[in-house]
């Protein structure tokens, strides 16, 4: 592991913020460090408020889209909302179809087979919008780059709204209206929105302009939450709002079907990370093994007993995905090393029986061992497909893009992408990629990084603090859980390995004549030796709470452990 340690903020900025808001030198450290320079900025971010959200119409077209929805509910034409199979997809088809059957009853809703299909607007999506007599698309998370399918959908009188937030290509789709804060010709202060969150921004503006208040849309915002947490988009502006205030949703009042899987997860409580790593992954499950109609299904129910169902079944999927998850890994791994690929730059690996469901969370394993760009490729639909994962600050959308000539279809971001090609193009474009990836791969990226926010002692971790620190949530991209270094900590004696196969330690540290705090540290179990030595060492942390029979203590979430000298 790097540790990496931020640029030096401005001690008379960070001096007049922590006298403005009456806080210690650290707290307005951190505020700094993330951008938040003034009192105004701090209200904002600690005391986020709905009506901190832009005007909806300050998006390219969305004048045009409200005017088309308005128009085909007054003419009583039928709409089909179409989306992606993952989370942010099917929340952001369930948000905008139960909105707008609450005003008008002519709304379908379609989930593209992830099998069958593939990402995206699909051929067989518009022949399901024109056999129902749909005249009206409107096509969430997905539809930025599918000029052909709106093209063949205007052939059969099928209007577009499209409803992106991916990079848009040179040329456009004929769509009535695009909505997208990524396009170069739109001037929408957060271009940093999910799906799910250009879906809110829509009917954000359907209700402005019916009248309806912002407090009026906060049951949606359970969905939004669930989206921008699973999406990985930064938790800054608008995404922080929506986050915050979905996150209240849904530990109060959430829809049936989100009430079905937190009671499922059995906790008091959930914060952003709770909803990373238990709802979304049941939400995605739909989609990955059966399909994900099945997730729009649970998350637009209102009957809670139903939703409770629809809730169980979701779960089996859940667990079969980890089950091919662990296999795929496995499997994936073997045919690095026997391919002799340990050394290479980039990870491109391929079966044809790799269940397509999973292969973007086997990307993301085989980075927990190989840090490096990754592709994972199974055969679909006699084409080879693929997830690609990136690691902190390598562009795997440009990577791809330096490769276009080899591909059939490619989309996504800077972290994550999916793409397609023909089988006998496979190695051509597994040596085109590691080529590309060996050519602008910063060095200093091939590390694992920590980033480490400040160093501090134990003493500085008063109850005060902790209170401050948690008003930092939700956590996230550009804001993430802050890490702390303290140096010269001793083992008590009770440090020990614990967890399948000894891989995580449990720790009670002490740092000078501080009292001792417990702490956990996944996957170091390795590290054991530099706790006991009787030596001091420095470890990198979070500053976590740990529930267990009802009784809540502060614990340290250890990162890295280094012996000192």
Request: net charge negative; aromatic share 10%.
């Amino acid at each position: 592991m790097r540790w990496t340690f931020p640029s030096p903020v401005n001690p008379q900025t960070t001096r007049q913020l922590a006298e403005s808001l009456n806080v210690e030198p650290l707290v307005a450290q951190l505020l700094v460090q993330r951008g938040i320079e003034t009192f105004d900025e701090a209200r904002q971010f600690f005391r986020p408020e709905l009506s901190d959200l832009h005007d909806p119409f300050l998006m390219k077209d969305m004048d045009k889209a409200v005017a088309r929805i308005e128009s085909a509910i007054d003419n009583g034409e039928n709409i089909l909302v179409f989306g992606d199979y993952d989370v942010d997809g099917t929340t952001a088809v369930s948000l905008v179809s139960s909105y707008l059957r609450s005003h008008y009853p002519n709304i379908a809703t379609y989930i593209p087979d992830r099998y069958k299909e593939g990402y995206g607007v699909s051929y067989l999506g518009i022949d399901y919008a024109d056999d129902n007599g749909c005249s009206l698309i409107i096509a969430l998370d997905c539809g930025i780059k599918s000029i052909e399918h709106v093209a063949y959908a205007k052939e059969k009188n099928i209007d577009f709204i499209i409803c992106d937030h991916h990079r848009p290509g040179d040329i456009l789709p004929d769509a009535v209206a695009i909505l997208d804060p990524k396009r170069a010709d739109c001037d929408y202060p957060y271009d940093e929105l999910c799906g799910c969150g250009v879906g809110f921004k829509l009917i954000q503006a359907l209700g402005k302009n019916r009248g309806e208040t912002i407090e009026d849309l906060l049951p949606y915002l359970d969905l939004v939450a669930a989206a921008i947490a699973a999406d990985i988009v930064p938790m800054t502006g608008e995404n922080r709002i929506l986050a915050k205030f979905g996150l209240q949703v849904i530990n109060s009042f959430p829809r049936p079907g989100i009430k079905a899987l937190v009671d499922q997860a059995k906790k008091s409580s959930f914060d952003i990370t709770d909803v990373v790593f238990i709802i979304a992954p049941r939400i995605n499950a739909a989609g990955r093994i059966r399909h994900g109609h099945h997730a729009v299904d649970l998350l637009t129910e209102t009957d809670f007993e139903t939703a409770k169902i629809y809730a169980g079944e979701i779960e089996k999927y859940n667990v079969d995905r980890k089950s091919l998850d662990k296999r795929i890994t496995e499997e994936a791994l073997r045919q690095i090393i026997e391919n002799e690929e340990s050394e290479r730059s980039s990870t491109v690996v391929f079966h044809e029986t790799w269940h397509k469901g999973v292969i973007g969370i086997v990307a993301s394993r085989l980075i927990e061992t190989y840090y490096r760009p990754t592709l994972v490729f199974t055969k679909s639909e006699g084409k080879l497909a693929a997830s690609a994962r990136s690691v902190r600050g390598f562009d795997v959308y440009n990577a791809l893009e330096a490769c276009a000539e080899y591909l059939e279809q490619f989309g996504g971001h800077m972290y994550a992408a999916g793409l397609t090609l023909k089988e006998e193009n496979y190695l051509l474009f597994k040596e085109a990629f590691e080529k590309v990836v060996s050519e602008t791969l910063h060095p200093d990226l091939k590390t694992p990084e920590i980033s480490v926010d400040a160093e501090i002692d134990f003493a500085d971790i008063t109850p005060k603090f902790f209170r401050i620190l948690k008003q930092f949530e939700p956590f996230g991209p550009q804001n993430m859980t802050p890490v702390f270094l303290t140096k010269n900590l001793y083992d008590t004696g009770f440090a020990k390995r614990i967890g399948e196969d000894e891989k995580h330690l449990k720790l009670f540290v002490k740092q000078r004549d501080s009292g001792g705090i417990s702490g956990i540290a996944f996957g170091l179990g390795s590290k054991l030796d530099v706790v006991k030595n009787q030596q001091p060492f420095e470890a990198v942390y979070c500053i976590d709470e740990n529930e267990w029979n009802g009784t809540i203590t502060q614990q340290l979430r250890v990162k890295d452990i280094r012996s000192i000298g």
